[in-house]
C-alpha cells in the first residue's frame, strides 16, 4: 500500500493527520499479510489498525466483536464518515439480515461487524476469497485466563482453518502473558505478529488510601473539584445507589448507574455524563465501556476491583485527553473478603484467586505503584514515575541487595517450581513435608533467611515481584519464577533498595474490624 493512499485514507475517513505510536507499523503488516495481535490500552487507538485497512483492502473484513449493544454505535459512526459498514446479529429481522447479505455478495460492503455468535450464519455466505481481513476484537474474551472469559469465543480458532489464506488481527486492552500465548494458539496464529503498545499513562496520577472513612473521604475530594466529571466504582448496584444517595445528601450531585437500570434510563444517564450535565456518576463496572468521554478528570475505586486489567481499564476512562487526571482506590479488607468469596465460587477459581492476590499486593505496595502496574502488564520500567502516591510520599528504604540475592537464588535453585510458601520455608530452614519431602534441605540457600521473619519475607518478596524480578505463573499453580531482571541483581552485581520494617498499623487496624 502506498503511503499516499495511506496517509489520504487516514485524513479521509478520519480526519487524522498522523498516525499514533505502533498504528502505522500494524497496519504494514497487516498489509503484508500477516497475522497480528495488538495489545493497547482503552484509548490507544486499536479501532483504526483494521478499520483504515478495511477500507483499502479489495473485499470484506469482518470484525467480531462481542458487544451486540456496541456494534450498533461503531457502524453509525463509521457511516457517517462515508464508510460502507453494516453489522449482523441474532436481534435483526430476517429481511434486514438478507439485505446485508446481498450487499455483501455485490461486494459492496467494507467492514461486517458480527457476534461470534453469529459465525455459523456468516460462513454460509463467505469464502476465504471474499475476505480480505478477519478482525478480533477483545480478544481476550476467548481465554479463560483472561478477566472477561466468554464460550462463544472460543470457536473463533476454526476462523484460520476456514479462511486460510485470510489474514487475522486480534486486538485487546488486557493481556498478561499468558493469554497471549493462549490467544496466538487458541486462534491458530501461532506467528502472529504481537505489537505491544506501552500501557503508561504518564497523566493518571495514582493513589491508594485505606477504606475507613471512605464517605468524608470523596465529599473531601470532590470539594475542590467541581465541574469536574468523575466516575465512582463500587461493587454492587446497592453500593452505586447508597453512595450517590449519600453524596446528594450532602450536596454533591450524583447519578447511580447499574445494569439493574432500564435501557432507557442508563442511555439518559450516558447522555447526560457525555453532555456535562451530570457530573458524577457511581457505577457499577457495566459503565463506560464503549463511551467515548475524553474530558473525565477522576476515577474513584469505592471498593476494590477483582484484578488489575479491570483496575486499569476502569482508571483508564480518565483522561483521555492527555490532561492531568486523578485516580484514587480504597483500599478494604472487607473488600478482599467479599471478592476471594466470588473467585471461590469462580468456574477458573485458581485464576481468579491468582489475580485477586496481585491486586492486593498493588494496594499494599510500597514502591512505585505505576511500576507494578506495568510490570504486571510486562513493561519492566526502571524509573519511578512521580506521580503516584509512593512516589510522592516515599517509605523509608534500605539496602536490600542480600535479602534479594537470598531470595532469587532460591528460587533459581528451586528451578522455578515452587510458590511463595516453599521459597520462604526453604529460606528460612523449615522442616515440614514440602521442603523435606523433595530433599530441599540439601539446597545451599536452605536457611539463608533464618533471621528473617515470615512476615517480612513475604513482605520483601511481595516487592520483588512489584519491582519486575520475579514473577507468578498463575498457570503453574502461581510457581514463582525469576525475570530477566534478575540477572542484574545474582550476576551483574547490580543493588536494589527494598522498603524496610513496613509498617502496616493502619491496615492492620481494619482488618481486625472487617
Ligand atoms: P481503543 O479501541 O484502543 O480503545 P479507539 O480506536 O476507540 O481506541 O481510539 C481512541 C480515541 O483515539 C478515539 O477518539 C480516536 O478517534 C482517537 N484516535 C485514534 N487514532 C488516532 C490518531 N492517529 N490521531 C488522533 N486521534 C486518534
Ligand atoms: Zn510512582
Redesign the pocket.
Known sequence: MEEKQLFGA?KEY?G?????PL?KKIIDAVFQGKDNVVI?????????CYQLPGILLPNITLVISPLIALMKDQVDGLKVNGIAAAYLNSSQSETDQQEIIASVEKNELKLLYVAPESLQFVDRFLTDGKVSLIAIDEAHCISSWGHDFRPAYTQLGYLKKRFPSTPVIA?T?TADKATRKDICQQLNIPNAKIHVASFDRKNLSLEVRPGTKRLEQILQFTEGRKNESGIIYCLSRKNTEDVAAKLNANGIKAEAYHAGLSHVERSRIQEDFINDTQQIICATIAFGMGI?K?NIRWVIHYNMPKNLEGYYQEIGRAG?DGLPSETMLFHSYADVIQLQKFAANAKNEAVQMAKLDRMKQYSEALTCRRKILLSYFGELKKEDCGNCDICRNPPQFMDGTLIAQKALSCIYRLKGKEPITVLIDVLRGAQNEAVIGKGYQELSTYGVGKEISWRDWQLYIIQLINLGYVEIAFHLHNHLQLTPMAKDILFNGAKLELAKNLDQKEIKEEQSKA
Do not use: E, H, N, V
Request: aromatic share 14%; glycine share 14%.
Open positions: 487516514l478520519f487524522f493527520d498522523s498516525f499514533r498504528q493497547m490500552p482503552t484509548g490507544g487507538g486499536k479501532s483504526i486486538l486492552a467515548d475524553s483521555r
